[in-house]
């Protein structure tokens, strides 16, 4: 006879960047993650932080993915390979025209789903396009953003960040790794 016990899964997180005009790869072809650099190196090193980060006992803190929302492919996991590309959107009409060709806004919510936290660091106006959109689950965001969407935040029980620095800032790596914490106690 085999006994089962119970055993409590690490939390699940997803990490989420859009495009950068820092092509770091020589080679025109490499993974999301090694692509970007420029102000998506802020959230790849809060990916570092949470993918070494251990719990008191040795243990793994969480499992952490990545994945950045492009201007040619929409939505891309961090390991999987694309090809550099000359235009990179940078307004809300090209976010736009981005999510018109490619649905980045579905593709992504979807990938959500998953995931125990998501981690969303994007520009103020592609953020906007995820509020009205209304497709990520409430509870689920923690969300690096403008001031402006404080209130909306909270209405969806997402957590609320003010975005300082390029993307993330070092006080809301801070946070986001005692709130990862939090979900493992």
């Known amino acids: 006879m085999q006994i089962y016990t119970e055993t409590k899964l690490m939390p699940r997180v997803l990490v989420v960047t859009n495009d950068s005009t820092v092509f770091l790869t020589q080679n025109r072809i490499d993974t999301a993650f090694n692509m970007f650099g420029g102000r998506a190196t802020e959230v790849k090193n809060l990916v570092k932080r949470l993918d070494t980060a251990v719990k008191e006992d040795g243990s793994k803190l969480c499992d952490v993915s990545f994945g950045v929302i492009t201007t040619k492919y929409g939505f ?107 979900l493992c106690a």
């Open 76 to 182: 891309v996991p961090g390991n999987y390979q694309i090809m550099a590309y000359s235009e990179v959107m940078s307004s809300r009409d090209d976010y736009i025209k981005a999510d018109a060709r490619k649905d980045f806004i579905t593709q992504t919510s979807f990938i959500t789903r998953p995931f125990d936290k998501v981690i969303m660091c994007v520009p103020k106006a592609m953020f906007e396009m995820f509020l009205e959109a209304d497709q990520i689950a409430p509870g689920k965001l923690i969300a690096v953003t403008s001031p402006d969407f404080k209130e909306e935040c909270e209405k969806r029980d997402w957590v609320f960040l003010e975005r300082r620095g390029a993307r993330v800032g070092d006080a809301n790596a801070d946070e986001i790794e005692r709130l990862v914490r939090e």
